[in-house]
Structures are given as C-alpha cells and as structure tokens.
C-alpha cells in the first residue's frame, strides 16, 4: 500500500478540479468537484473495493450500508448524509467509505510506530486531558500513527491511535499485544472519539472538512465548558433569524417546520475567528436535537448546522438508538449539566446578533492553507495522515491540532474536563 504519510503536503499546492462554479459557489469552494463527478468517484471506489451500497431515503437525511460482495455488512460502513437530497445521498455514501476506512480493522502494524507511555507524556500532546494519564502510567507501549504538520515544515508528531479510533478499543487485548500494544487503556478510554477524521474526493479536501470538524468540535467544547462550569456564563449568542440570507432564512423555517418547535442558531465562533453554529432544539426523550457547523465561510457554516440538525431529527424520527448513557457523569452536577447540554434555561438572557457574512477562499487548497495558516498563528499547529487513498484519489485522513478542546464528548456521557484552553476562557471571563 502507499505510503501513508505521503499526502500530509504543504497546503500550498494545488490540486486539479473540475467543478463548475455554481457547485462551488454553493460549497463555500470547500469541494473539488461537481456533486455528480463526486457520486461517481463515490461508486467507483466501492467498486474497486469490492463493495456495494444499500440507501434509505429518511426524508430529511440519507442512511447507507456498505455490503461486501457475500451480502455481509463491511465494518464500521454506515454513514448518513445530510442537505438537499442527492446532496446527502452523496454525503451518506461518502461518510460510509470514511467511517470503514478509518475503523481499526484496517489497522496493520506496518501503519504503526510503537510509543512508550513517558514519551507520549512529556511530547506536545502532553498538557492535553486525554494524554495526561499516560505520566501516571507504567512505561508500556502504545500503538500511534505518525503525523506530519500541515504547514509545509516537514515536522512529524507520533498521535496514540486511541485519540481518534475509538473502535481501537473494542480490539481484544490480545489483538492489540498483536500490533505490540500493551497498554491498559481504562484511564485514558473517555477521551477516545473519531474527532477529526474526515473523507474527500481528494486529500486536500478530507483535510479542509477534518480541521473544519476540529474547529467545530472544540467551539462547542467552550461553549459547554462556558455555559455549565463557569459559575458565571457568558451569555449565548444567538442569530436573528431575520438577519439571514433568504436561503439560509428558508432552510431555518424548514428546520423548525420539521421540528415543529422553535429552533435556535447560535453563534459559537471562538477567539480562532473561524465561524461556527449551533443550531438547537430542546432534547427529545433524551436524544439532543442539534447540528453544528463550521467554515471560513459563516454562510456556508450555518447551513451545515442547519442541515445536520434536520438530518439529526429525521434520524431519531425513523431509527430507534439509545440516548446517551450518562451514569457516568451522576456524580459531576456540572459535569452532568454539561452532559444534559440544556440551553434553554439560558436562552432567555441570550446577546441576539445579526448574521454576518464571511469571504472565503475559491478552492479547497486555499482553504486548507487558510486553515492552517489561522490555527498556527494562534499556537496550534495542525498534523495530518493520510489513513486510505483510493486510486481514483478518493482519502480518509485524520488531523490532529493540539491545544485545541475535546470536551464535547461529555454530551456522549463521557467523564471528560476541559483543557488549559477552556480553563483559561473560564479565567479570563472571572
């Protein structure tokens, strides 16, 4: 297989597309190609793959399985797409290959540094909650994934595989002595989420929508950390709806349509300046009714937590999963807060604000460049692998970008606590 570091570049270099200017307009230039030529590298890397995909319309979302060639489920390939609908069929197909390519049984030692648990520690992971257990530990070895930075300057950063392969975890003991990992995971498991894992027609884009969920990932991860542990909260900030494009304004009134509740758009942007949305919805039988977004693009940032919200409610309203287990969290009330992620209480002394549009790059280089230009400046370099390369050039990479919060997976019922960034926002708002 390819080397795969390789595609980790500097984000500077270009990348051949083909997509016309009214599909880009609509992706904020964060897509290299039309949505149909999309499809098609889609279908032809399940082709290559010896895969085939069953999709269900769930009217206001799109589910998909992958199937292998027997009619037996490929691991880990369920996705879901969201947006107009051959848009979130696309997105579902696409998010099925990613969630396959990146789950652990495409793991192989040749993928794999060994790391002992002292160096990780003393690296520059070390300050990071989800890595601090590791100093406590015995000096064993971890499996980890190298990363190159994505600033062009060649530097590598080794990142656990624990951090962003959660079904790593769910290997045997045995089978991770196989890849020789020893370690006793149980302290550092909380932290585990697939954050930062991404797919694209090309690596360039998986790169551009990974950092981006980074991004969002840790404005919600402030946003709880603001709202339910600081003993005084910043207020929220919420869109005026009537300040919205009219097709952004449309797609607001289809989500509360849909919900047949108010839903509110929050503005979560952090000091990083990258917009990011929360669009929300009181919870249902314990399920959280949201969507999130986030784009050097606010219009395109917004719509994509507009979306997701109504791909989150069509997908409680036709499938039957379980509300997050948060026993866990029984013990923490502001930890339990957080993991209930009520804002409504909140609402009522909310700062209302007018929409404000953003320029963004054309293309999803520039936008990679951006990116990385504005997470480095603020002191967090962005790391980048490439983990699956089809050879129509389709990619599943994951970034890493320390420094940046992951106390978002509280709201999956995880005992988790915030990083020195979000501590030092509760500091500096007292």
Not at 40 to 58: M, P, S
Not at 379 to 398: F, K, W
Request: hydrophobic share 40%.
């Amino acid at each position: 297989m390819p080397d795969p570091t390789r595609k980790a570049l500097p984000p500077g270099r270009s990348m051949t597309t083909t997509s016309t200017p009214a599909h880009r307009a609509h992706q904020a230039g964060e897509r290299a190609f039309s949505l149909d030529r999309a499809r098609k590298l889609a279908e032809q890397t399940l082709a290559q793959a010896g895969l085939h995909a069953r999709l269900h319309d769930l009217d206001g979302a799109w589910r998909c399985h992958l199937h292998r060639l027997d009619d037996t489920l490929a691991p880990a390939g369920v996705g879901a797409g969201k947006g107009e609908s051959e848009q979130a069929r696309v997105g579902a197909l696409f998010e099925a290959l990613e969630h396959h390519h990146s789950d652990a049984h495409a793991i192989t030692a040749e993928q794999l540094v060994l790391r002992s648990s002292q160096e990780l520690a003393s690296e520059e992971l070390a300050t990071d909650p989800a890595i601090r257990p590791l100093a406590l530990a015995p000096p064993t070895p971890l499996a980890c994934r190298t990363h190159t930075a994505l600033d062009g300057s060649g530097a590598g950063m080794d990142v656990p595989v624990y951090l962003h392969t959660p079904s790593y975890l769910s290997a045997t003991p045995h089978q991770r002595r196989a890849l020789g990992d020893t370690f006793d995971y149980s302290t550092v498991a909380r932290y585990s989420t697939n954050n930062g894992t991404a797919i694209g027609a090309t690596d360039t884009e998986a790169f551009v929508h990974a950092l981006a969920e980074t991004v969002e990932r840790d404005a919600l991860s402030m946003l709880l950390s603001s709202t339910f542990l600081d003993p005084h909260p910043e207020p929220l900030r919420v869109v005026d709806p009537t300040s919205l494009p009219e097709d952004l304004r449309q797609l607001h009134t289809r989500a509360q349509d849909r919900s047949g509740t108010a839903v509110w758009l929050l503005e979560m942007t952090t000091d990083l300046g990258i917009p990011a949305f929360h669009a929300y919805a009181p919870a249902r039988q314990g399920h959280h009714m949201v969507g999130y977004g986030a784009s050097l693009c606010a219009t395109h940032a917004a719509r994509r937590a507009l979306e997701e919200f109504v791909q989150v409610l069509a997908i409680f309203e036709h499938e039957d999963h379980p509300p997050p287990d948060l026993a866990a969290l029984s013990r923490h009330p502001a930890l339990l807060r957080a993991g209930r992620a009520d804002l409504t209480p909140h609402l009522a002394s909310a700062r209302v604000l007018a929409f404000t549009a953003t320029t963004a790059p054309v293309s999803p280089a520039g936008h990679l460049a951006a990116l990385v230009r504005v997470l480095t400046a603020h002191g967090h370099r962005p790391y980048g692998r490439v983990l699956h390369e089809a050879a129509n050039g389709v990619s599943t990479v994951s970034v890493c970008v320390p420094g940046l919060e992951r106390f978002f997976a509280v709201t999956s019922g995880q005992c988790v606590v915030p990083g020195p960034r979000g501590r030092a926002h509760m500091t500096r708002a007292n």
